[in-house]
């Protein structure tokens, strides 16, 4: 637990190049350069929120490694639920939304970085989640009031962090010794029951402007999203942030 770090995530991969085991967590109170998808920062005032970070180092197989990003969302949506009893909807691939009127403001985001392999061959992943917990609407930066919310926002009661945390990690736990065990069809079930993109239109934000539009139809075997284009194509998208169009 440390007071303020610059980025859990990047701590995190500092001490697994130095042999960090596996299941090593690293958590604090604020940062000052939160990390989020995309090149973004991830907004981190200290004494509100959650910022962690959690090392997988196991052996992995890509089938395993591509859904590592869906099951921590899938870990979210349980720790949120079990806390709070509210059941938060995804957006592909991992935006933990709260959906109210119709609308999805954003509760948590999650960083998954794929950081090399050791010596031993294991490939070494951080998982970072970033929970907006007990954060007042006027403390989000102006830009952000009208899609981020946190669940003292949503539920009007403060949450004990800690609680949060123990819950998150035992549901990592569970869901990450499920993957590697049974492979990824329980993750994936969960996974499409809290999805809100499933179904929608959308349009897929690719790098540089360019972007595609169509119906997203469901999730591929490897955690990929299936979008029948509007050309009629059908694609399987592997990065690209979505919006949500109807
Ligand atoms: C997103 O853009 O949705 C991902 C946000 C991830 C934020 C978390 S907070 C803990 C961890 N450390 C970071 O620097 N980022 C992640």
Redesign the pocket.
């Known amino acids: 637990m440390y007071d303020e770090v610059d980025?859990?995530?990047?701590l995190l991969a500092d001490l697994a190049h130095k042999s960090a085991p596996d299941g090593t967590v690293v958590v604090a109170e604020s940062?000052t350069?939160?990390?989020?998808?995309?090149g973004?920062q991830?907004v981190?005032p200290p004494g509100l929120n959650l910022?962690?970070?959690i090392l997988l180092t196991r052996p992995q197989v890509t089938a395993v490694l591509t859904w590592i990003p869906l099951l921590a969302a899938v870990a979210v949506v349980r720790a949120i639920r079990d806390l709070t009893k509210r059941a938060a909807r995804l957006k592909w691939p991992?935006?933990v939304l709260m959906v109210r009127n119709g609308n999805g403001r954003?509760l948590a985001?999650?960083?998954v970085e794929a950081i090399g392999g050791s010596p031993a061959g294991t490939r070494l992943v951080v998982v970072?989640?970033?929970v907006n917990v007990n954060m007042p609407l006027e403390t989000f930066p102006q830009d952000l009031r009208s899609t981020a919310t946190s669940l003292l926002i949503e539920t009007g009661r403060s949450v004990e962090r800690t609680r949060l945390l123990a819950s998150l990690l035992g549901a990592v736990e569970v869901l990450y010794d499920q993957l590697c065990d049974q492979g990824p069809d329980g993750i994936a079930a969960a996974y499409r029951e809290s999805c809100d993109t499933i179904g929608r239109r959308v349009r897929i934000e690719l790098m540089g402007s360019a972007h595609i539009e169509g119906t997203a139809e469901g999730i591929a075997s490897d955690g990929a999203l299936r979008l029948r284009a509007d050309d009629g194509k059908m694609l399987e998208i592997r990065a690209g942030d979505v919006v949500h169009l109807g």
């Open positions: 980025s859990t995530n990047r940062q350069a939160g990390r989020g998808r995309i973004r991830w981190s910022y962690v970070s991992n935006d954003k985001g999650i960083l970072g989640i970033g």
